[in-house]
């Protein structure tokens, strides 16, 4: 017969999508009868789409919730302690890779007396950047708008620090010593390491970037984890609770903290965010389209003047700065740029 | 696959420590497999809620038994139960329903022992999506991951139906060749 005509995996295909009509459908029943190979091809088609739909489907059940649940109803309700936490996160490094060595973390009581931690928070305002020294001797950067904070002294454990906005660490290496960055809800745990960590509240990501050594990024829920090499990224999104890797250069994401403002094709709302932070400034994008411009440039202790100069020069965009009004306490209001698409003339 | 095999020691020491009542690794196990064994008992029961609840059942009797468990493998042994559960619960459905007489469909049958967790399954389909051509991943992931349907992808991306549906099934194909080894791979581990 002249069956051979049409394209089978079309025919699957629009089967598992539901937009196959009766005659094609009539035709590829045909075909699937027709051989044992036909049905062992289709069976095996209609279980690749199946995980598929797997997947989906366990992307929306939320575990962390789930066991609130049953852990309310078996153990006393208590809250889950620093060490409990890391506990969890130090098991699930080890799933896939048991290390004889760690389980010694597990075999000690859980319930052992955790000592009061004193915390210490080293703040950067919008506008300023500063770096400072930690306990162990690691190194912090501390990008504009940031909040780290740490213990006074570390636990003898794990070295955990929690970050919001953005630092670059040069952590000193110990590999029995983990170094644990939380921010959000998601975790980068470290031996000895250079890295970025971007984890501004606002944003919906948090990006990694390794320098130097070897880095993990876990969820909060210990149940997604992911490695990096060296020049590799990880954006973590917030909300799906998804780690995506891929590669780049580092030099873009850490050029911050040698007080350079680098863009590399970066889209203008982004160059706009990093510039407001940066400056301390407010930016207004008039229209549309600018957000869309790609832009590439380094800007090296410039003030926000010729940066707008710059800017305005290299892209077709114009723009305003308004005037700093006086508020009713004595301060001064952030000074608002307006950015506009140049007219063509 | 490298899971599979370093499975039987990882599991030993987590089963000692559950023993130990170690609440943290109960909790690890519990956010490894539990995503994963929801959606098993979904395709047998066909509703989410119920399946969870089978499934925190499943852990809350692990937890209670802790002292007296025998586990080799978390894997068989959370399929065993969660299955035997899901049957239990089907029964008392047709007994109190004694007109519907829905019996799970043939495809379930086959499904029956593929266990995944997500961690393993988004490792594994990300790699292999990620090997698409990137016109061929694009309409891949507005079908199956933002749910477009066949209509609204051709609309967005102002190409035909009929181009849409193609590149689907090109994105099978390859995909089938990326994945065949696991599927076949569970069916034989886990048919016991």
Known sequence: MEKEIFDIDQLIASRLLGTITSDDSQLLDIWVAEKVENQRYFSEQKRLWNLFEMHQKMQKIDERKAYQKISTQLFNPKKIGLFAYVQ????ILLLPVMIVSVIYIFSEKTDRKQHAMVYNTAETPLGMRSSLTLP???KVWLNAGSK???PINFSSKFRAVSLEGEAYFEVVKDKKWPFLVHSGNMNVLVSGTTFNCNAYPENSLIETVLVEGQVTVVNESATISKELFPNEMASFS???QRITKSKVNPEKYIAWKSGKLMFREDKMNLVVEKLERWYNVEFEIKDKEI???VYTATFIDESLDQVLKMLSLSAPIRYSVSERSKLGDQTFEKQIVKLYKKSKI | MRINETKAITDQRLVESIKNSNEGVFELVFNFYYSGLVVYADQIIKNTTISEDIVQSVFMKLWETRETIDIRSFRSYFIQCVKNRCIDHLRSQQVKNKFDNRVPESDFLVMDE?????????DLIEQSVESLPPRCREIFRMSRYE?????EIADQLKISKRTVETQISKALKILRVKLIDYLSFLALIFIS
């Open chain 1, 291 to 293: 957000a869309d411009y």
């Open chain 1, 88 to 91: 969890r996160i130090a098991a």
């Open chain 1, 238 to 240: 917030k909300r799906e």
């Open chain 1, 136 to 138: 162990d001797g690691t």
């Open chain 2, 147 to 151: 749910n477009l349907k066949i209509a």
């Open chain 1, 148 to 150: 780290l904070s740490y």
């Open chain 2, 114 to 122: 593929d266990l995944w967790t997500k961690t393993e399954l988004s």
